[in-house]
């Protein structure tokens, strides 16, 4: 008897159909019936991880406990399903030839020759099936990245058409997502793309069971009839994911559409209860129809593309909902802030957010923002290169230290207060070698952060060589800049705050990456609330 049934979910006609929201939605809907449910994301690129591209390529780069550093609906599945993922969650091609190669030069496959099919195609199934040795997940959704058709996802899709004949219909559920077009001059939905998107997944050997189809407009069960016909599925398994307003509505859009019964009937697994979704609907409710609102900064270099920064975007809807509040995100690029344009740029807001990064792009205009803020009594919240920056801009202009600086920045600087950590001064590789992955922190009672969390125990995530320098925090702290939480191990300092001004708090860690539907994050609900404190003082 196997412990999981598995589910595969394949994307057809274009990118960017929302496959990571609509394997998180089931998932959701799954999981309120009462089943425990993982998702994990294979990606077809050749790096090892994502860690070494850049936002623009690929963005967020999103961290999970064990410090995997992976694609960024890892970050949709947490937040969905309020569970932790892990490395095992996130697989790439890079990885999966990494291990081949490791094991041909060990021995392992001595006197054959190592080819696609089947070494590189079994690595592939070894995977996909890894999850199920943890033993409690009784649902593994796999979300396959790229489209069916590209080069790169071939072996992927044969590794799915073996396991299904390996493990038996019944075992896996194959849901391929595809976009209905609308034609405005023919006033017509066109079922042609999802037709020809299945029919490449077939000519691959692969039959699939259900079709979500991506749209703008309605289908009407005259469309559901022609692409059950033409592409050999059952019409109540032809499923239309309307755009929506929120992605938090998908898991209501398709418990309408029967998405999880269709999946549950198709590995004949008992429906259970009916989902319990109560917390989820009314957390949407606070979401759409809050009684405040403000309007928060974001400032960063990679603000031209929103999913740089998504985790934070998601965590301020988190806190907002928690607030009874709407959060309007202005971002603001860094590389245009200046002290001459600051006030102009900045005026109005009621709190600033300075985002993570890497490398001197932008930074002086950070600076420049956190000195606004920071004069001015303006909320204020620091996330990794963001906390840096405040130490900089502090020990800069009021330790009246001009050349402080980090030696990501400023190799010679003669004030390194942000400097690179010991244990990283021998690395000279780049992947995977940053300081990743939870590490506690102690709180200091009385400080923001403290009465935020409401504990003095926690642990949260990173993702940085950098750290604040102890050399320099006994000045700091007499000059009014405490470090508010240290690795208790290390002594390393996590959080810096200034008591005296109204919320002005910095995190070397990603609290963004902790926060979900269910369990916003403390520092984002208390920055939200501080904000809402400032706006209204401010009528
Ligand atoms: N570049 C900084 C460091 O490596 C900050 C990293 C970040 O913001 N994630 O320490």
Known sequence: MRKSKFVFVTGGVTSSLGKGIISASLAKLVQARGYSVTIQKFDPYINVDPGTMNPYEHGECYVTEDGAETDLDLGHYERFLNIPTSQANNVTTGRIYQTVIENERRG?????????????????????????????????ITELGGTVGDIESLPYIEAVRQLRWELGQDTICIIHLTLVPYLKAARELK???????????????????????????????????????????????????????????????????KLDKV?????????????????????????????????????????????????????????????????????IHSETLTPENAHEKLEGLDGVLVAPGFGSRGIEGKIEA??????????????????????????????????????????????????????????????????????????????????????????????????????????????????????????????????????????????????TVESPHPLFVKFVKACMEYSDEKK
């Not at 020759?113 to 409690?136: A, F």
């Not at 989820?280 to 400032?299: A, C, M, Q, S």
């Not at 102690?442 to 950098?466: C, D, M, P, Q």
Request: glycine share 6%; aromatic share 6%.
């Open 263 to 331: 999946t549950l009937a198709r590995l004949k697994l008992p429906m259970r209860n009916e989902p319990e979704l109560e917390a989820w609907k009314d957390f949407i409710l606070r979401v759409k129809h809050p009684t405040n609102e403000v309007t928060i900064g974001l400032v960063g270099k990679y603000v031209e593309l929103q999913d740089a920064y998504k985790s934070i975007i998601e965590s301020f809807i988190h806190a907002g909902a928690e607030n009874d509040c709407k959060v309007n995100v202005k971002t």
């Open 370 to 515: 956190i000195h606004y803020l920071r004069t001015r009594n303006i909320p204020f919240f620091g996330i990794c290169l963001g906390m840096q920056m405040a130490v900089i801009e502090f020990a800069r202009n009021v330790l009246n230290l001009p050349n402080a600086h980090s030696t990501e920045m400023n190799t010679t600087s003669s004030d390194p207060v942000i400097d690179l950590m010991e244990d990283q001064k021998e690395v000279s590789q780049k992947g995977g070698t940053m300081r990743l992955g939870s590490y506690n922190c102690e709180l200091k009672k009385g400080t923001k952060s403290f009465t935020a969390y409401g504990k003095s125990k926690i642990n949260e995530r990173h993702r940085h060589r950098y750290e604040f320098n102890n050399a320099y925090l006994d000045d700091m702290e007499k000059a009014g800049m405490m470090a508010a939480g240290k690795n208790p191990e290390t002594n390393l300092v996590e959080i810096v705050e200034i008591p005296k001004h109204r919320w002005f708090v910095g995190v070397q860690y990603h609290p963004e990456l902790k926060s």
């Open 108 to 140: 392992e496959y001595l006197g054959k020759t190592v080819q696609v099919i089947p070494h590189i195609t079994n690595e592939i199934k070894r995977r996909m099936m890894l999850l199920e040795e943890v033993g409690k997940y009784d649902i593994i």
């Open 191 to 257: 079922t042609k793309p999802t037709q020809h998107s299945v029919k490449g997944l077939q000519e691959l050997g692969v039959q699939p069971d259900i079709l979500v189809c991506r749209t703008e407009h309605r289908l009407n069960s005259e469309i559901r009839k022609k692409i059950a016909l033409f592409c050999n599925v059952n019409q109540n398994a032809v499923i239309e994911s309307i755009d929506a307003d929120t992605i938090y509505d998908v898991p209501l859009l398709m418990l309408k559409e």
